[in-house]
């Protein structure tokens, strides 16, 4: 019961949030502060809530993300840049080997399955060993992969260190958005079915796991290729939001960020991942921008304030967090309407014998 | 006895290393379609090594198992090992089987463990559903998509039916480890019992029990192996459950078998009672 009237109340939010999104693309400026944590929001979402499917559902520990959101990002560039363009973007290598392009949408699902299949490649050797190779593997993939993007000798295909642009890009908040939804509400369906019960059980305990009949190797490796499939789609997506793309930019820095925002949200919860991501954009793009500039109060300088002390003041919020609230804004549980109703209501409740 | 088509479970010259711990040491056994047969002995006596390596958990050092005919685990002592193995039954095996403790579970045969492994996280309802997840058709995208709605209603229903039957469907979407310790356990029967088995493991299942519940637990266990057809191993200390559910009993100490037979004969052992039996009645 409550579940249905939880899911009633999630397609209503949903619906509101497809209206807000409308209104917003139509009122708010394109490149104003407010679409850029909007945009960096939705697509880093999708990141986040895909790399929570690995280390918060499936237990297992990844540093890969940039790696793969590479790879989303590069494959869906080239293959979407239009074969007129290319001359100009490949100036360097006689505009590149591939001489067509796909539309969009079909380079948006390759920018996923190129992901996945490079995972599933690591994954075969990878997987067979204790849980903490996978995050020392995968760390070292992505630094490999983001050394032989910028290797000249594939310059015909990746460009070389130089940058990739002219490829389908968006401006409306409305399509990383609608992206985002679409493949969050994958990913809850998948956690929520019985594959998705078995990743839980392997991260609960893998070897009561195994002695109830689940192939650890077999499901460790789906969980880790679909989250790379949508890490991968990220990635796309981030590239089309930049509309230039370069794998120089894709340090385990970006990585570790999203590992911070996965924490913060909560291992475990997805909308703890979503809204940890809106917040952490938010802090850093926009509520703490002031601290950047330097401030006089009169003919006094307020001491502290320059360039890069958002950073340090950022660093210890998040350093605070960690340290004190370890399990997350949302611990493993979700947001929801009884979720809500019981926190009010435990509240009203205590409120009441208070009096 | 000997009539090898019968036996569901045969173990022959299992010997389990650890270094230079013999856990297991030449341990021959069988139990046989429908039977209820006890594993006990002291502490460390090598029970429970004895399940790891049945399920596949372990890979013995040396020796054959056997369910129904079919040989699931088999090793012979290589390298360090074979320089610390020192049983004369080292040649009898030749190659190499070594299943994983799924592919053993897919078989039938399902476990119970002495230091209760439920998953924390999940309800107690999810933790018997997951135990149906083998038997599912259905592949990530069809599951995806909702497409398995028939298979998933019927597991459902299994999963509850099956709570009735350990008395836990009054608590199903309570998380499994707030329940108490007995509780817990049959938690663990139930979860066993989703995946469909023709021979169950029970490790001491009534571990933390009183006599009261240790007595209904003996019910229990009969009323479970006839309604599935059952064939049972269980390893126990609680002495009047052994009588009472047991058809043979094998009695480990120090890793070698020192007895076995009836509930009788084996309370007539003099090797048995001073072993293990004496000790008890002293504690
Ligand atoms: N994984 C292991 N590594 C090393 N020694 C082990 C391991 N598992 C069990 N043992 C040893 O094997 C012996 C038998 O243990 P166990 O089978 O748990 O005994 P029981 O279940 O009869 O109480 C003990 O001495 C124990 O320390
Ligand atoms: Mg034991």
Redesign the pocket.
Known sequence: MTNKRDSIFAAVLLAAAFILVAVLDRVLPATGIIMTVLKKGCIYSLVAVSMNLLNGFTGLFSLGQAGFMLIGGYTYAILTIPPADRASVYQYFDGGIVQFAIPFWAGLIAAGLVAAFLAWLIGLPVLRLKSDYLAIATLGFAEIMRAIFQWDKLGPLTNGSNMLRKYPSFSSLMFPFAVAVICIALIVLLINSTYGRAFKAIRDDEVAAEAMGINLAHHKRMSFCISCFFAGIGGALLAMYQTTIQAMAFKSNMTYEILLIVVIGGLGSVTGSVLATFLFYAASEWWLRFLDSPLMIGSFQVPLLRSGFRKVVFSIVIMLIVLFARKGIMGDRELSLSGLMKLFGRKGKEASANE | MSDTNANVLRLEHVTMQ?GG?V?VSDFSMEVNQGEIVALI?P???????AFNVITGVYEPTNGTVYFNGEAIVENYPKGKMKKLYLGDSSTICDKVISKTPDKITNLGIARTF?NIRLFKKMTVFENVLIARHMRSKANFMSATFRLNLQEEAENREKTLELLKLVGLDGMKDDLATSLPYGKQRRLEIARALATEPTLLLLDEPAAGMNPQETLELAHFIREIKDRFNLTVFV?EHHMDLVMEISDRIYV?DFGRMIASGTPEEIQNNQHVIDAYLGVQEDE
């Open positions: 650890f711990v856990a002995g502490n460390g006596a090598g029970k429970t090594t002495q390893i480990l």
